[in-house]
Each structure stands twice: as C-alpha cells, then as structure tokens.
C-alpha cells in the first residue's frame, strides 16, 4: 500500500512568512526599487517636470487671485468674542444709505393720469338726459335704452330728480338752444379734462409719504400738474363751479336753471384719475438713486463686534470690509514675502506629495501615462477650487456656504474610477490643503475637503450602474453636510442655516459626481485607461469576439469561463479586483481562434491530436503562437490595454515543456540539445496581481483536467507544484503579490478546483441495481486484492469543520475522516482501491492531553482508526465499537514493537 503522507509536508515547506513581500521587490543588493522596472529609466526627471508643473499652477493659483478673504460668520450669528479693527478703513453704511434712500422716495408724491375711457363720460350724460327728457317713456331700441345700465340708472335718477324739484322744464328750454348747450359741452369737457379726484382714492396713495399731501396729475393733454391733494376737484365741486360759470355766462331764467342745472352736473361728472403706478415708481427710483452713499470711516483699534452680540447684515459687510482693507494693506506691504513663502510652502506640499505617491506603489501607476493623468486631474482640481472660489465670493461675503458648494471631490471621484482609491484619496488630501491655502489657510476647508475626497474615493469604487452616479453624489453631500453641522454647531450659528447648508450640500455633491461620470470616457480614451463601467461592457459574453470564440473554438471558450471563475475568486480573496481579474480571463486566449484545432480542449479525443505529425519545433510555434495572434485580435476589436496586457503576459516567458521534453527525447542521441529558448512564450513577465491570477488560473484549470481521479488532496498537490515551478521558473519576479498573499490564492484556486472537479454519482441504467460511488466517509467495506492508493494528508481544524459539513452533515472538528474513493489503478493495471485519510493534528494534541499520551502516538491511532474504518470496520453501535477498539490496540501493540512512535513522525519521507 502506497502512503503519499509527502504532500502536507511538502506544502508546510513551501509557505514563506507573511511579512515578506514578492522577490520581484528586492535588487540582488538588497535594495528595494523605488519604482516598478517600467519607470526606472528616466523616471526621475519625468517625476521632477511634472512636479514642477503642478508647483507652478499651485502657486498661481494662490498668489494671483482677487481678494476675498472669508468670513466665518452669518446674519444671526452670536459674536464668540469682541472684534476690534486692525487698519483703519472707510466702508459703505448700506443701513444709513437705504434709510436716506427710503426718504428720498416717500418725498415723492404719487402720479395720477386722467382716464381717457371716462374723459367724455359727463357730455354722453348730457347728451342722454335730453334725449330722456324729450321722450320720458322710449321705445325698445333707442338710444337710452342701448346705454350701459349705470348711465341709464343715472339718467333716470336725474331725470326724475328733475321732475321732483320742478326744473325739468328749464333744462328742456337749455337742450333748445343750440349756442347755449354748445357751451355747456365745452365747460363740461373742460373741467373734466383738468381730472376730478375721488377722496378716498388719492388718501389711499398718500399714506406713507412727506410730500405734505402733494399729488402730480398729468391731464388729458399730458401735462404734468403739481397740486396739493385736498385743492383737486371732485365731482360735486366741478358740477357747482360749471353750473354756477355757464349761469353766469346765461342769466336767461337763472333762478330755476341754477340749482337744475348743478343736480344733473352732479349726477354727469365722476372721478377719472387713475394712479399711475409705473411712472410713480420711476419717479421715486430717480430720486433715490440721486442720494449719494454714505460712507463710514473706521479707525483702527475700534471695536466692530461686542461679545455676545447678533451679528446682522451690516455687521457682515463691515467685517467684509475690513477684511478686505487688512489684506490689500498687507498685501502691498509684504508682496514679495508673501510670494516667497507660498513658493517654498506649495513646493513642500508637491514634494510630500510626489512621495506619498511613490510610498503608495500602486500598480496602476506604472506607466507614465498614469502620472500624467495624475498631474492633469491635480491642476484641474486646482483651478476648479480656485474659478469656484473667485465666482462665489463675487456675490457672496460670508464663506459658510462656500465650503458646501466647491466641488472638492471632483478630482478624487475621476481618479478612483481611472488609477485606484488609494492614489485618489491622497491627490484629494493634496488638492484639499491646496483649497485651504488659496482660501486663508482655511483648516474649515481642508477638512471638508478631505472627508469629501475620502467618501468620493470609496464610493465611486462600487458604482457600477447608472443609479450609483446619483448615490455617490448623495454620499459625498451626506458627508459635507456633517462636517457642515459640526462647524455651525462649534461655532454657535443660528440652526435655521442648517437647511441651506444640506440643500448646498446636496447639489453640489449630485452635480460633482454626474460632472465626474460624464467625462470619465473622455480621459480613458485620452490615457488609455480602464475603467469598472468599461470592465462591465467587456464582461458581457455577447462581445464579438467571445461570440466568435463560442462558435469556432468552444472548447477554448469553456475553458476560458472556468479560467475566469477561478482567477476572479482567487482576486476577490487577496482583495485584488475581482472583475478585471474576469474580464482579463475571457479574452486571455483569443490568440486560439487562429488554429483552434491545435488545442488540446479543442481536441475530441487524443488519438486525433494533429501535432503527432509535427515535430515538437513546430507544434511548439503554434502553440507559442496563439499570443501574438491574440493581440493582433485585441488590436483589430480595439480592447483596452489591460487586456493586451494579459493576452500578452499570462504566460509569462513559461516553458512550453510537453513540447520540450518531446523534443529532448527526440536529440537523446544527438550532442546538441535543443535550445529552451525556442519553446519559451516571448513574455514579458506578469505585473499586476489579476494577471498574475489569470496565468496561475490558466495553467491549474489545463493541469486539472489531466487528472484521472481529481480527489482533494490531488487537486492541492497539482495547485502546490505549478505555483512552486512558477516561483522556481522565475515567472513571479515582477509580481506585485506577496507570500502571504499567493499562498491565499493558492489555496482559493485548489480549493475551487475541487469544488469544480469533485466525483461525481456514477448514475445507473433504469431497472439496474448499483452501488454508489460518490465518495464516502467512514465507508465501511473490505478491500479488494490487489495493490492501491492510500493519500493521507494533515489538514488544520477550520478545513476539518468544513470537510465535517460538507460530507457528514454537522458542524464539528473531529481528528479523522476517510475516504474509499472505489477501484484504483496499481503497478500492473486496474485493480486496489483508491482511498483518502484526513488527520487533523491539532485534534490530536488536545486528545494526547486527554488520554496521557503524545501527539505522534495519538496521530498515528488516527491513521489506525482511519484504516480500519476503510477495512470494514464501524463503531457506530456499540458492540461494533468494542471490537474496533480491540483491533486498533492489537495493531498499536505490533506497531509499537517494530517503531518508535514518539520519532516516527519526525524522519522526512
């Protein structure tokens, strides 16, 4: 019987401590590099130009810009501590000025108009009453009774006023003389020409004003009359002046024509000014604007705000004001210091932050592309902090909103989309204190910033639907809004701020991630990046490409698929990005479509395999070849340069050894082997972690499907082996993984495999009686004759939990479990049982401790108790676990005779 216990002892030698990074970090001196072996040429003067570039618009930015120094503070605000003047300044009393102005207005009598509709109103009076009094009854459908009914209304009223006082008949005399009634037309036109005011009306407009009850009437020839309002005319005023003037002019009958005459004008004149609104306000406006501004100086050492006070709105433009004054006055003063010191304090910040990134080794900074886009987002952000600043500050004089309303995470969101969130998060740190010093060394700034770049680095990570653009912006405005309610909190503002400041907050947060998304395409296609949104396209397998896979090469295509399972579970678990890691996996071999039937997963079956007709130099070649047709494929259907990266690298520069090794057997005769060169992929060697997942994925799946029994224990073994002779072969000399982390992706890719190519239940023909022959644990049944296979393997307490649900249905360490995995294969042919034993040695510490005796004693009664049970044993019921306990003490007792058990375990097998 053959123990394969090699295999646990053989993975225990290969793990490597976990602080230790990839050989690919360290030079033969020891050293590590600065950069990845891309940027090593040159790099440093590339870094230094770029850096002197965003120097130079930093300063710009801070030093060239229009005075608007903030102000903490807002109207209702509680002064925290007396303010006094530093310069003396003169401001604008805007108060005193708008009170003077208010004055100015209220001197300014109201304008009325003569309404031309009612000017001829008294003559049509006229005109009806004499048709009245000539026809007392009308006809349907003459004239006075086509009249509106207020005139008609009026004229019966006067006519039978008339009737009562006994003058209808004078006034029947008047309508006969032609000259006469001529003349009492012009009188009537006239006096209502020169407006007839109504007393409540002009009282109504002349509250509130000091022009001493003055009115302006333009009359029906539109001059502009000034009049003191009680002297304007009314109706009943015009009618006794009229009657008494044209009685005066016709004495004829004057006794009874008189008072007739004044009651029929009372009745025909009415009010016919109207206030004109529009030229009033003209009016006012012009007198207003005639009042100078009034202007306050301030001495310096006065004090602006008391302790204690409500600062309001001519506080702020007072504060605004001197503000402004100090900074002009120190500006001119020390220019030349000024500029000085931003120089040398913007250049500390470019230097700290050029090393930040440096520190950050982040694997999409590798090419020098990268950097470039790095820089071109720094120097937007910049100047966006600065337009939005230079445009807020020309309308507003109190910079609480302002911090609200920047776009500070604008940079952060398009690099976390395009370089990753950690060199996002530090360029928005950067750009954070950049905002801060072109706004007065703002710490308000800076933190708002800050806290903005950090949710907009993390959020726009996981957006990858249109409805995430909308969350992202309504998490960054959450948070702005915090930082927001933490500053008015601290500094005792009026909370009725606070609905201002979140609805600020908000929309600035939408707006800056819908602007972020809206031109994320335009920089992946200037930098040739790629992007989680580009990655989901890919993802799609209706792609032309995995289509024409699908159809031409399908085997390739399945395969391709697993690949991609694996290599994005094995992402995922070192915290690497799962969805490059697929999408790198589906395209990873195109190159196939070139001459699929050379492909072993295209084959149907080995005996149709064409390279038994080609030398091992040319089946080589085709096979070398599928990389350089795949990205000749990716260049035709446009792929991003990530995934010609992976079409090109996920070989590496390997050994094609089955070629090789045929070719080796083929010269055995000859002194000159073939050269490995030949049979090695032109590489260059894998950099990023998912690519270095894919090629791993890529070989274990192939190797896999070789395996006639894929148990377990062999799937790890395979797994273990191909990683080692990658490390070995010198394929991960330029990964960016450490131990600690390929060993986390070695175990997700065998674990995984196995999950994929785990036995199956050999399903039988209907009406057939069968065994089954999924493998079963603790199975009890005699072996066979003939030799087999026996794995034992030591596995840790969590993988023996988990072993413990999968196949026995309850979750418990136990110390063994074994395995009859049915006929093997011995060194003659068919014949034996396979069979698997899984000891748990941490299980087996705690029993020794129990029973008195050692670990390698107890380890070795596991392999016991686990032969046994594959012997037929059971010790489910009693009487069968009496007898197993007396077998497993008879061979302990022989086992003991021929070995040291206490130093069995420890001789290297």
């Not at 009042?291 to 204690?308: I, M, S, T």
């Not at 309308?395 to 952060?412: K, T």
């Not at 395009?418 to 905002?435: E, I």
Request: glycine share 6%; with cysteine; charged share 20%.
């Amino acid at each position: 019987m053959k123990v394969n216990i090699a295999a646990w002892m053989t993975k225990l030698t290969r793990r490597q401590p976990r602080e230790l990074s990839s050989p690919s970090r360290r030079r033969p001196g020891g050293r590590r590099r600065a950069w990845p072996p891309r940027l090593e040429r040159g790099t440093g003067g590339f870094v230094a130009l770029l850096g002197a570039l965003v120097w130079a618009v930093a300063t710009l930015t801070i030093v060239w810009q229009r005075p608007h120094p903030p102000q903490n503070f807002v109207s209702g605000q509680e002064a925290g501590q007396d303010i006094y003047s530093q310069v003396p300044f003169e401001y604008t009393d805007n108060a005193q000025t708008e009170e003077l102005r208010q004055q100015a207005r209220r001197r300014v009598p109201p304008v009325y108009q003569v309404d031309p509709a009612r000017l001829d109103a008294p003559v049509q009076f006229l005109t009806d009453l004499q048709q009245a009094l000539a026809a007392p009854t009308p006809a349907t459908g003459d004239e006075t009774a086509a009249a509106p009914p207020s005139l008609k209304t009026r004229v019966q009223a006067a006519v039978k006023e008339l009737e009562k006082r006994g003058g209808a008949a004078a006034l029947g005399k008047l309508f006969e003389q032609p000259e006469e009634l001529q003349q009492l037309h012009t009188q009537v036109r006239r006096a209502s020409a020169r407006g007839l005011a109504d007393e409540d009306g002009v009282a109504t407009f002349l509250e509130g004003t000091t022009a001493a009850d003055r009115v302006v009437v333009r009359d029906a020839q539109g001059r502009r009359i000034e009049a003191v309002a009680g002297e304007i005319a009314r109706p009943s005023q015009a009618a006794k002046s009229t009657a008494a003037e044209f009685v005066q002019r016709f004495p004829a009958d004057g006794g009874r024509r008189g008072p007739a005459l004044e009651t029929v004008l009372a009745a025909a004149f009415q009010p016919n000014l109207v206030y004109d609104a529009q030229e009033t306000a003209q009016m006012r406006d012009q007198a207003a604007a005639q009042v100078p501004v009034v202007k306050e100086f301030v001495d310096a050492q006065v004090r602006l705000l008391r302790r204690g006070d409500r600062i309001s709105g001519e506080d702020l433009a007072r504060l605004n004001t001197h503000a402004r004054e100090l900074q002009r006055q120190r500006g001119e003063e020390n220019r030349t210091r000024d500029v000085l010191v931003t120089l040398g304090l913007t250049l500390v910040l470019v230097i700290m932050g050029a090393g930040g990134l440096m520190l950050l080794r982040a694997p999409s900074l590798q090419s020098r592309s990268a950097l470039v886009l790095v820089t071109v987002v720094t120097i937007l952000q910049a100047l966006v902090s600065r337009s939005a600043a230079d445009l807020y500050h020309g309308y507003q004089a109190s910079s609480v909103l302002f911090a609200s309303l920047v776009p500070m995470a604008l940079g952060s969101l398009l690099l976390a989309q395009l370089v990753g969130p950690a060199p996002a998060v530090w360029v928005g740190v950067f750009t954070s204190l950049l905002t801060a010093m072109q706004n007065n060394m703002s710490v308000h700034l800076f933190l708002v910033g800050a806290s903005a770049s950090f949710a907009g680095a993390v959020l726009a990570r996981m957006a990858r639907r249109r409805l995430d653009v909308l969350r992202v912006g309504l998490g960054i405005g959450l948070v702005v809004l915090v930082m927001q309610i933490l500053f008015v909190v601290s500094n005792d503002m009026p909370l009725d701020l606070l609905p201002r400041l979140g609805a600020a907050a908000l929309l600035s947060g939408v707006a800056t991630s819908a602007v972020a998304f809206a031109v994320l395409p335009l920089f992946e296609h200037v930098f040739g990046l790629t992007t989680e949104f580009s990655l989901l396209e890919l993802s799609d397998l209706n792609h032309p490409l995995l289509q024409r896979l699908q159809m031409e090469a399908p085997g390739t295509y399945h395969h391709s698929l697993l690949v991609a399972t694996l290599a994005e579970q094995a992402a995922a678990a070192i915290n690497a990005n799962p969805l490059l890691a697929r999408v790198c996996a589906y395209f990873h071999d195109i190159g196939k479509l070139a001459q699929p039937e050379y492909f072993a997963e295209n084959i149907a079956t080995p005996e149709d395999t064409p390279h038994d007709s080609l030398r091992p130099r040319l089946s080589a070649l085709v096979i070398l070849n599928h990389v350089k047709e795949g990205l000749e494929l990716a260049g035709q259907y446009r792929l991003r340069r990530i995934i010609r990266d992976a079409i090109a690298q996920h070989h590496g520069t390997s050994l094609v050894y089955y070629f090789y090794r045929r070719a080796l057997e083929r010269n055995a005769d000859t002194t000159t082997p073939p050269a490995e060169s030949d049979y090695r992929y032109p590489g260059p060697l894998p950099a990023r972690r998912e690519i270095v997942l894919v090629g791993l994925a890529d070989a274990c799946e192939a190797a896999a499907t070789s395996l006639e029994k894929p148990t377990p224990a062999k799937i790890e073994s395979l797994v273990n082996d191909i990683v080692q002779n990658r490390l070995l072969d010198g394929q991960l000399d330029h990964a960016d993984l450490t131990f600690h982390e390929l060993s986390v992706a070695r175990e997700t890719l065998a674990r995984s495999l196995s999950t994929m190519r785990h036995a199956r239940v050999a399903y039988p023909k209907p009406n057939e009686d069968h065994e089954d022959r999924v493998p079963k644990p603790r199975t009890a049944c005699p072996a066979p004759p003939g030799d087999g296979e026996l794995t034992v393997a030591l596995i840790g307490p969590r993988r023996m939990r988990r072993m413990n649900r999968q196949f026995l249905g309850h979750d418990a360490v136990t110390d063994v479990i074994a395995f009859d995995l049915g006929p093997g294969t011995g060194p003659d042919g068919p014949g034996g049982r396979a069979a698997e034993l899984y000891v748990c040695p941490a299980q087996a510490v705690v029993n020794a401790g129990r029973f008195g005796t050692s670990a390698a004693t107890e380890i070795v009664l596991c392999i016991v108790h686990g032969l046994l049970h594959l012997n037929g044993e059971d010790d489910r019921e009693a009487p069968a676990r009496r007898r197993m306990r007396r077998a497993e003490r008879r061979v302990m007792r022989t086992l003991r005779s021929e070995f040291d058990l206490d130093r069995l375990l420890s001789v290297q097998p």
